[in-house]
């Protein structure tokens, strides 16, 4: 399977400032998926990254406070901005597998607010 | 809202016995459903995948599936202390995006 690679593992930051995840992929992917775990809770996907178009946000995620950028097939980012202590949490890169829609995931890039 | 449930836990079980986790899901469309591992301070890990009703088995691992319930379980026999995890049950629903479970804690006691 394909390795996926994200930096930074764990950042702690400022209220209201900014901080860029990238993700890097070993093979070329159509989708890459960007997930946030807040503490104790489950996956929830932001939004879906198509190479050469718009990131497509989930409900209730919008683009200026999670700008996308895809610029090729094999990368991502994932910018959280204006952060504020809800903004802690585990984000996570994901691609699909080739068999019935699975998903494999990056480490992930712990987050924590002050 | 597509909902997937799943006992939080900490299920407790000793260290050679099944363990049997559950989830039910609110979309009768879903198709795909899957079970994923997470240690602590880890990503999750795909552990297995099912998409038929009945069991499939993989080593220690047994997926159940019975759709017309809308539930889905995995049964870990020989339970390990190693198998301590947190365990996430998500389906792809009808628009082809996996959601996810809150997940259920494991302990496996030596």
């Known amino acids: 399977s394909a390795v996926i690679s994200q930096k930074p593992s764990r950042d702690i930051c400022q209220r209201g400032t900014s901080l860029t995840i990238q993700c890097q992929v070993d093979?070329?992917?159509?989708?890459m998926f960007w997930y946030r775990q807040q503490p104790g809770q489950s996956l929830t996907l932001i939004a879906t990254?198509?190479?050469?178009?718009?990131?497509?946000?989930e409900s209730g995620f919008v683009i200026d406070k999670f700008p996308i950028s895809r610029p090729n097939l094999t990368f991502s980012t994932l910018t959280v901005s204006n952060m504020s202590p809800e903004d802690s949490s585990i984000y996570l890169c994901?691609?699909?597998?080739?068999?019935?829609?699975?998903?494999?995931f990056g480490e992930g890039s712990r987050l924590t607010v002050l | 809202q597509k909902e997937v449930e799943q006992n939080s836990g900490p299920l407790s079980v000793p260290e050679g016995a099944i363990a049997s986790l559950n989830c039910t899901y609110s979309?009768?469309?879903?198709?795909?459903f899957f079970w994923y591992r997470q240690y602590s301070g880890k990503s999750p890990e795909l552990i297995m995948f099912?998409?038929?009703?009945g069991d499939k088995e993989d080593g220690r691992f047994t997926a159940q599936l019975n759709k017309a319930s809308q539930y889905v379980s995995l049964l870990i026999r020989d339970s390990q202390p190693s198998d301590s995890a947190t365990y996430l049950c998500?389906?792809?629903?009808?628009?082809?995006?996996?959601?996810f479970g809150s997940g259920t804690r494991l302990l496996v006691r030596p």
């Open positions: 990254a198509n190479q050469g178009s718009e990131a497509t946000y």
């Open positions: 979309d009768r469309g879903s198709q795909s």
């Open positions: 994901s691609i699909q597998g080739e068999n019935t829609g699975e998903l494999f």
């Open positions: 998500a389906v792809m629903d009808s628009s082809y995006k996996l959601i």
């Open positions: 099912i998409y038929s009703n």
């Open positions: 093979s070329q992917v159509t989708m």
